[in-house]
């Protein structure tokens, strides 16, 4: 009985306040302001807040969506994070529930001042991403089950910004693939936007770029994918898509 009254809490809680984001970053101590999306309106003029404007935690579903870059409607933000190269930036979830998928941070350069940076068309690299850690496809030991705490307290993913990044205005994009509808993926993306420092003078070259949208289809099976289905289920390799992750 409190086993099924905790699950049937846990149900409603999704349908209601259902999915997730990243909601503050950090960089060592500090704590940074995120966008809340069930937050006042006041935010918009927040000029603490470093994230892109997002208003529901709905997924994204489309792999062609404009809004996958950095989610709806995301709007500039008013603040950046500073960060020297070779620095982590962690993004922070709360009650992030669902369970398999991969997690892909990605940086694009804002070639100038974010604030008025339209990231359509733009080419964006990878800094990290998290995959399956152990286990098969459909029960293993994905990072995105690893990382959440399930309790509400912070849950937190650190990637490294590479320490050769030349200096400049960056946006950074969390995503969260969740892969637990068959062939129905569902992105999870917010952005950020960064102000990296340091005396780097290195930039990926074009074997590293995506666009987004762009970089996923239907046509991927990574991405088009039933994880019940008899030989998916039990795969102990799931090779993340896109472009490999840019170290520097
Ligand atoms: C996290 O960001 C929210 C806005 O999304 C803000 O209200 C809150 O103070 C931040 N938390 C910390 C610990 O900085
Ligand atoms: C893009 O995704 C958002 C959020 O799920 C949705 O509201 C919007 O209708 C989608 N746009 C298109 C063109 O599918
Ligand atoms: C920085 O991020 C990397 C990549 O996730 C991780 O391995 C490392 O432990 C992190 N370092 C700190 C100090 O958090
Ligand atoms: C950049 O180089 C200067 C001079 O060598 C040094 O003082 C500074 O700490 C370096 N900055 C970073 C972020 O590494
Ligand atoms: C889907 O993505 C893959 C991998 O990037 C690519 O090879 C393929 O051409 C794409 N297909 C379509 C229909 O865009
Ligand atoms: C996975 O399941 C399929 C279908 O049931 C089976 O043919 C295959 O041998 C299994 N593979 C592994 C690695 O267990
Ligand atoms: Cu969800």
């Known amino acids: 009985?409190?086993?099924?009254?905790l699950s049937v809490v846990g149900l409603l809680a999704h349908h209601t306040q259902a999915h997730g984001g990243a909601l503050n970053y950090t960089v060592g101590d500090t704590w940074y302001?995120?966008?809340?999306?069930?937050?006042?309106?006041?935010?918009?003029?927040?000029?603490?807040?470093?994230?892109?404007?997002?208003?529901?935690?709905?997924?994204?579903?489309?792999t062609s969506n404009l809004s996958l870059a950095c989610n709806v409607p995301g709007t500039p933000a008013h603040a950046s994070i500073p960060i020297n190269a070779g620095e982590n930036i962690t993004a922070v979830y709360y009650s992030w529930v669902h369970t398999v998928g991969p997690m892909i941070a990605w940086l694009t350069d804002c070639?100038?001042?974010?604030?008025?940076?339209?990231?359509?068309?733009?080419?964006?690299?990878?800094?990290?991403?998290?995959?399956?850690?152990?286990?098969?496809?459909?029960?293993?030991?994905?990072?995105?089950?690893e990382?959440?705490?399930?309790?509400?307290?912070?849950?937190?993913?650190?990637?490294?910004?590479?320490?050769?990044?030349?200096?400049?205005?960056?946006?950074?994009r969390h995503e969260i693939i969740a892969l637990h509808s068959e062939n129905k993926?569902?992105?999870?993306?917010?952005?950020?936007?960064?102000?990296?420092?340091?005396?780097?003078?290195?930039?990926?070259g074009i074997e590293y770029m995506a666009k987004i949208p762009g970089v996923?289809?239907?046509?991927?099976?990574?991405?088009?994918?039933?994880?019940?289905?008899?030989?998916?289920?039990?795969l102990t390799v799931y090779n993340i898509p896109g472009p490999p992750v840019w170290r520097g």
């Open 216 to 234: 996923y289809n239907m046509s991927q099976p990574e991405i088009n994918i039933n994880i019940y289905l008899p030989g998916v289920s039990n």
């Open 147 to 172: 990382f959440s705490r399930w309790d509400g307290t912070p849950s937190l993913w650190s990637e490294n910004i590479p320490k050769s990044l030349k200096p400049g205005n960056y946006l950074v």
């Open 33 to 62: 302001n995120g966008y809340d999306p069930f937050g006042p309106t006041t935010q918009d003029n927040d000029p603490t807040i470093v994230q892109r404007k997002w208003i529901t935690n709905n997924p994204i579903f489309e």
């Open 185 to 204: 993926p569902q992105f999870y993306p917010e952005c950020a936007h960064l102000e990296v420092r340091g005396n780097g003078t290195r930039f990926p």
């Open 1 to 5: 009985m409190w086993q099924l009254a």
């Open 111 to 145: 070639k100038g001042d974010c604030r008025t940076f339209d990231p359509t068309g733009a080419d964006w690299f990878k800094i990290g991403q998290e995959g399956l850690l152990w286990g098969t496809i459909q029960e293993g030991g994905w990072f995105q089950k």
